[in-house]
């Protein structure tokens, strides 16, 4: 992720970025942040077979305000303005990372609100990536550019004190026993993750550790059970800075239902996994070190749908 500093900082939570990674020179990096009392009415995007620029335009007390264009330094083939209408809120923001001339860039994006789709623009690749958030959260975006976009992550601010992303897989309501959550309490430490695991995730259980006592939730999901069995084991000061996973529908017996089919979990000093199979629509996320405070989602016979749970790191 981008080292970007911002005076708002401490109260805003960074997702992503997507696209390009590693070091850039200071005019590479780029930051649009809702003011206080702005409203976020315009997106101004110049793509082609990728994505070239992005401007947004706020409206405070009747007056409009448009940031300088972002990218783009050699120009695209069209321009569209994506105008939110009313309380129109962005929710959700998918797209795609492709490469031009060896450079990884974006190569698609859409903006999901609480009214609709907008998008996609560009060209999408197989290179997918998505990500959902309660409306109210956003408050800015982020990355890097030149000629092009070349990489964009999220400012998201919590209603309350956590805020949820995600979730990534079903998508239709459970029931109550096919709701899970676990948080981390505070001044717990995530120890261990077991996952049981072979053509998909089968459950989870996770085991924090607080003064030297150790607390394990229940088994989620895996009613029908798995074939492997993992312990990811985290030290001291070892922190979950991301996950890098699948959803795929289930095969066999139980066929036919949508599960996340594999997950890896990126932390600051290594990635663990992948388990399961990598297969179906990739979800890849990352946040800032001292973010990650849980998982929630859906769970059966399988780990139905994953979400996280992120706090402002103060």
């Not at 129109?88 to 190569?107: A, L, P």
Request: hydrophobic share 35%.
């Amino acid at each position: 992720m981008a080292d970007i500093q911002s005076s708002n900082a401490a109260k805003f939570i960074r997702v992503g970025t997507w696209g390009k990674q590693g070091e850039a020179s200071p005019q590479n990096h780029w930051s649009f942040e809702l003011e206080k009392n702005h409203k976020l009415v315009k997106i101004t995007i110049d793509h082609g077979d990728l994505i070239y620029s992005l401007m947004f335009t706020t409206k405070c007390g009747g007056v409009f305000h448009t940031s300088n264009k972002i990218g783009g330094w050699n120009g695209g083939d069209t321009v569209t303005e994506v105008n939110f209408v009313n309380d129109e809120e962005i929710i959700c923001i998918d797209g795609t990372v492709g490469n031009r001339d060896g450079n990884v860039v974006i190569s698609s994006l859409s903006f999901k609100t609480d009214l609709g789709i907008h998008g996609p623009f560009g060209s999408p690749t197989e290179t997918v990536f998505s990500l959902p958030w309660n409306k109210g959260s956003l408050v800015g975006f982020y990355g890097l550019a030149g000629y092009y976009i070349d990489s964009i992550g999220v400012y998201l601010k919590p209603c309350e004190e956590i805020i949820r992303i995600g979730t990534w897989g079903k998508t239709q309501p459970g029931g109550p026993q096919n709701i899970w959550s676990f948080q981390i309490e505070a001044g717990q430490h995530l120890k261990k993750i077991t996952i049981d695991h072979g053509d998909l995730i089968y459950s989870l259980t996770f085991i924090t550790q607080a003064r030297g006592v150790t607390f394990s939730t229940n088994k989620i999901g895996g009613w029908n059970g798995g074939e492997t069995v993992s312990e990811v084991i985290f030290e001291s000061d070892e922190q979950i800075t991301g996950i890098n996973g699948t959803t795929a529908l289930s095969r066999g017996s139980s066929a036919g239902l949508t599960t996340v089919s594999s997950i890896s979990f990126i932390t600051n000093k290594k990635t663990h996994g992948p388990f399961g199979n990598v297969r179906g629509t990739h979800f890849p996320v990352a946040w800032d070190v001292g973010s990650f405070v849980g998982f929630y989602g859906l769970a059966g016979y399988y780990i139905d749908s994953i979400g996280v749970y992120l706090k402002v790191v103060r």
